[in-house]
């Protein structure tokens, strides 16, 4: 079911990812949060709302779970807010004008203002603001637009209204992540219309074929499908399709190659140099070559996004260039690779030697059939050359990484560690440059089990900050894909916009 529920949180750093916690241990899809740090409950508390889709039954859990975190939750019920419209305000938009805005709506009872996002510019240039509103119905969208265009004619700014873009989108690459992506971007259209972004998909590529659609691809028709062998509608492969078709944006996710970075590299040039924006998951291109791409998104006046490269589900990339902005990012520490987590987690558990756990995880679909670029540390080791390049200029390169893998880990070791208050897991660290079996205490917010990634973020002036999600999966990955795409058509470079 969707529920919406309101919450009041103590003024104190890590509040908000407190909250988070029971939603995600509980497989809760969170669809929104609106967090009002400007505000000031009676009791003195900062409130907070939730909106998410979670099974019935995991309610109470949920509420038990906050409550023991000393979260107080004021409110929680089936959620009425059923449209939503996006909009976007251009003018010397200040602080005070989203306040009084955002203020406005939210008495209403019946509208809230659920993202707000200002972009500001030179001191005498104009600025703008992007605002989402959900309520309880069409009627009442209109109504919540209608404040809003009050709020223009007092503040002296131009309120646009949501005009439908078509996109059009290129995907190359049909295996697991390819299959994610069709299934996320098909189930996610209303959401991405009530955004103003008519994504189409009109072509899919894979080593047998491309199929092409200007009205979009059928993914129905495509999803009971391994490849494209038996639906291609040309023979037009890689970089050849990502020349010839008209699109606006390419999704890149075919495999990792991080020695040459093909076919991937080639891909993506071929797509910046064209004009066309690039979201990926492919590692390879941005190990072997992320200055070069940076610099042909530049010159082309695209962007490149790759959040899904280094921590799959955990918003990292995108943490430290939005969120942190202004922070000095001193470090980042964390386990990147699920499988080596998976891995050693069953070894603490059951204190089974290595061989044991890895042929557990082959079985589970966790581990592949040649794990080496997992356990041996390769694949942490390219995620730490990419967050080392884009966030914090190093250009390094692969080489320059200390790398040491799991498959000398014990039993024995790991129960040691144990019995002495810490777990071992395999830490990738930036800018330290090193992959390595560590110790980290039982009690540290990165000492997470199972397949789940997690890393701290150590700031100048927040803090150390922890984020904890899957680093694989189909889903999951397809969905940090759609973020980027998102994150593209929300910045002020992009005209249909702003």
Do not use: W
């Not at 909106?51 to 309610?59: C, G, P, T, Y």
């Not at 200040?94 to 406005?104: A, E, F, K």
Request: charged share 20%.
């Amino acid at each position: 079911m969707r529920l919406s529920m309101d919450l009041e949180l103590q003024d104190i750093p890590g509040q908000l990812l407190l909250a988070l916690q029971p939603f995600g241990d509980n497989k809760a899809n969170i669809i929104s949060v609106v967090h009002h740090r400007d505000r000031k409950t009676p009791r003195g508390m900062i409130p907070v709302r939730f909106v998410v889709e979670m099974d019935r039954s995991k309610i109470e859990t949920v509420n038990a779970k906050l409550k023991e975190s000393g979260i107080s939750v004021v409110r929680a019920g089936e959620d009425r807010l059923i449209e939503a419209v996006s909009v976007v305000l251009v003018g010397h938009v200040l602080h005070s004008d989203l306040g009084d805005t955002v203020n406005r709506i939210d008495s209403t009872g019946f509208a809230e203002v659920m993202d707000v996002s200002l972009t500001m510019t030179g001191v005498d240039e104009p600025s703008s603001a992007y605002l989402k509103i959900r309520a309880t119905g069409k009627a009442e969208i209109q109504k919540a637009l209608a404040i809003l265009r009050e709020v223009g004619v007092e503040k002296k700014l131009l309120v646009i209204e949501p005009i439908e873009r078509d996109i059009k989108v290129s995907l190359v690459g049909y295996g697991i992540v390819g299959h994610g992506v069709v299934d996320v971007l098909n189930r996610k259209k209303k959401m991405l219309r009530d955004m103003g972004l008519n994504l189409k998909l009109i072509s899919v590529t894979d080593h047998t074929g491309t199929v092409v659609a200007e009205d979009g691809v059928d993914a129905e028709k495509i999803l009971g499908e391994r490849t494209l062998a038996n639906l291609a509608t040309t023979s037009m492969k890689g970089k050849e399709a990502i020349s010839t078709i008209d699109s606006d944006l390419v999704v890149e996710v075919t495999p990792t190659n991080i020695v040459h970075g093909q076919p991937g590299l080639g891909h993506m040039e071929a797509a910046l140099s064209s004009g066309k924006h690039v979201v990926t998951s492919n590692k390879g291109p941005l190990v072997v070559s992320y200055s070069r791409l940076k610099k042909l998104a530049e010159d082309n006046g695209v962007m490149m996004k790759f959040e899904a490269t280094v921590g799959g589900t955990m918003p990292l990339i995108s943490l430290v260039e939005r969120t942190l902005v202004g922070n000095n990012i001193l470090g980042i520490r964390g386990i990147f690779n699920g499988t080596c987590n998976y891995i050693l987690t069953r070894m603490t558990e059951e204190g089974i030697p290595y061989t044991h756990a890895l042929s557990e995880a082959q079985d589970l679909g966790i581990a592949e059939a040649d794990p080496s670029y997992d356990v041996e540390g390769v694949d942490t080791a390219g995620k730490v050359v990419i967050l080392a390049n884009s966030l914090f200029n190093m250009n390094i390169k692969y080489s320059d990484v200390d790398v040491t893998g799991i498959t000398g880990v014990t039993p024995e070791a790991l129960a040691l560690a144990k019995k002495r208050g810490y777990a071992i897991k395999l830490i990738g660290d930036v800018p330290a440059l090193t992959v390595r079996p560590t110790l980290v205490p039982l009690g540290s917010p990165i000492a997470v089990s199972g397949t789940l990634n997690s890393a701290a973020i150590y700031t100048d002036l927040s803090g150390t900050i922890t984020v904890t999600g899957l680093g694989a999966g189909s889903i999951e990955t397809a969905s940090a894909i759609l973020t980027d795409i998102v994150s593209i058509y929300r910045t002020k470079r992009i005209d249909a916009i702003f």
